[in-house]
């Protein structure tokens, strides 16, 4: 009797020491997990790394510097040029990693030139989502209905479910990212018809292209990001296709005008630098978290 006791407390104090284990290790497996997918405080503002970009990433690079040095977002100071100036920057060497649209065959022939290497990694999302006043009538717009709008053969919203208003069909200048995707997401070849444009007289200069004014007749596009310039209680925000630009619909791919951006470095970038580093991070787990809190698509 007694020899079966001390069995069944041998056997107890077993399972005791396994649970322990158990425990222990599913606690340092966890911590692991965390500390990977959300790295330390690993740089100062000092030793942080240049970063330049387009205009619509801004925010992005915002938050991983604040992120990654512990400073509170208005205090990181980061500057972008916006994307052609960028490139010239990487490969002239005066930033270290920049967040871009994909380079055009003319910023890669001047890479080569330079003797430059690029090594290129997507890291977010964003749509490109089309806009009119907030009192018109149309919901949705087909992509042949936005191709014919901008090529000049629709003119009147009457055309496409309002009333008999002349559309003005505002756009954006050539070098902006925004126009980028519309020229090869949406237009897809077809040619454009002349933007609306004022006249200035300082220095001689014309014809720029005017800026977006929310008339009841008019219809312009940006990329998601740049919502937060518009007043968007004014506005309302087109379905294209019957499909909604939603954050999962964007992600899947089912909201087709999109673009991606990506974290470009040179290629002779050290292993250890502090700026694959930041590379690292922008594309862990914990990197795409900020990605989605700072309004964009994750791309993983």
Not at 51 to 60: H, S, Y
Not at 94 to 122: M, N, R, S, W
Request: overall charge negative; some cysteine.
């Amino acid at each position: 009797m007694n020899q079966n006791k001390n069995i069944i407390n041998i056997l107890l104090i077993i399972i005791m020491i396994l649970v322990v284990i158990g425990c222990v290790v599913s606690y340092l497996y966890f911590v692991e997990v965390e500390e990977e997918e959300k790295p330390n405080i690993i740089f100062n503002l000092e030793n942080y790394p240049k970063v330049d970009g387009a205009i619509a990433t801004l925010r992005i690079a915002e938050e991983f510097k604040s992120a990654l040095t512990g400073e509170k977002i208005e205090d990181v100071n980061i500057v972008h040029t916006k994307t052609e100036n960028a490139y010239e920057n990487l490969i002239n060497k005066k930033v270290d990693l920049i967040l871009v649209t994909y380079p055009t065959e003319k910023e890669i022939v001047k890479a080569q030139e330079a003797g430059i290497e690029l090594e290129i990694f997507p890291i977010a999302k964003d749509a490109l989502v089309f806009f009119t006043n907030k009192d018109n009538k149309v919901e949705n717009l087909t992509i042949n209905q936005i191709q014919d709008i901008y090529s000049g053969k629709i003119t009147n919203w009457q055309n496409v479910g309002e009333e008999n208003i002349p559309i003005i069909a505002y756009q954006r200048p050539n070098t902006s990212d925004s126009q980028k995707v519309m020229l090869t997401s949406v237009m897809q070849g077809i040619k454009m018809k002349a933007p609306e444009t004022q006249n200035i007289d300082i220095w001689q200069l014309s014809n720029l292209i005017t800026d977006y004014t929310n008339t009841q007749g008019a219809l312009g596009y940006c990329l998601n990001y740049y919502k937060i310039l518009y007043d968007t209680e004014q506005l309302k925000f087109l379905t294209v296709n019957d499909i909604e630009p939603t954050y999962d619909n964007v992600k899947t791919g089912l909201y087709g005008l999109q673009t991606e951006y990506y974290a470009i470095i040179r290629k002779e970038e050290p292993e250890n630098s502090n700026t694959r580093k930041l590379l690292n991070a922008m594309l862990s787990n914990y990197g795409q978290s900020i990605i989605k809190e700072a309004g964009y698509v994750q791309v993983n």
